[in-house]
């Protein structure tokens, strides 16, 4: 039982150019999460997915989209890669009765120059 | 928006201390969730609480829905405790908002 994982764990990017992060988790979990924290800053949403194919936008959508490929995977596009998106990126995912403990990959540290 | 405060923002303690780590929020929630951040980065969940006290070993937490408060509290402080201690809300049953983090550092 690997949890939730992620890939990549780190990338560095041009700006301009474009990029997908990876979740899968293999807890049966409905719900499903993308953050971003940043120096000095809580965690903050960008998208979520309440089950499989549905998405929402959470607090910072702007220059993102993802995808709920099926109940296990959720991941994050960043079609035009800008510096301000540089960040720690983590997923999470929640059991299916939406309001247990969240459990988070480990994280991707990404870098637009 | 759920305005979630924390305090102190940093936080260095004796071992053997009593900790307590604080989180206000601004508006009714469904749940109040504390995570462990551990200085390689990862984060794990602690808490989840909708009313009254949970006790996990070392580690206490309690929550005042009225005065929209809760509190994390760690006994006997051990170096090992040294992290980011993270206040979240949950509401609307997917959204969550979090806190800016307290850091603890425990010295022996």
């Known amino acids: 039982n690997a949890g939730v994982t992620q890939t990549p764990k780190f990338q560095v990017l041009k700006t301009g150019q474009s990029m997908t992060l990876q979740c899968a988790q293999d807890m049966n979990h409905n719900s499903m999460y993308w953050y971003r924290q940043d120096p000095g800053m809580g965690l903050r949403l960008i998208y979520y997915s309440a089950s499989e194919g549905t998405t929402d936008k959470g607090e910072v959508p702007n220059g993102y989209n993802v995808s709920r490929l099926n109940k296990r995977e959720f991941s994050l596009r960043l079609e035009s890669a800008a510096p301000s998106q540089t960040s720690v990126y983590f997923c999470?995912?929640?059991?299916?009765?939406?309001?247990?403990?969240?459990?988070f990959g480990p994280g991707t540290r990404l870098t637009v120059l | 928006k759920n305005e979630v405060e924390q305090s102190p923002q940093n936080l260095t303690a004796q071992e053997g201390e009593f900790i307590t780590i604080n989180c206000s929020y601004s508006v009714g929630i469904s749940a109040l969730h504390w995570l462990q951040q551990h200085p390689g980065g990862g984060i794990v969940s602690l808490f989840m609480?909708?009313?009254g006290k949970k006790k996990h070993g070392r580690l206490i937490a309690t929550i005042n829905i009225q005065e929209k408060h809760s509190s994390l509290h760690i006994t006997a402080s051990h170096p090992r405790d040294s992290a980011v201690y993270i206040c979240a809300v949950q509401y609307n049953f997917n959204k969550f908002y979090f806190g800016s983090g307290t850091k603890l550092n425990v010295k022996p």
């Open positions: 999470a995912s929640t059991s299916p009765r939406g309001g247990d403990e969240q459990f």
């Open positions: 609480l909708s009313s």
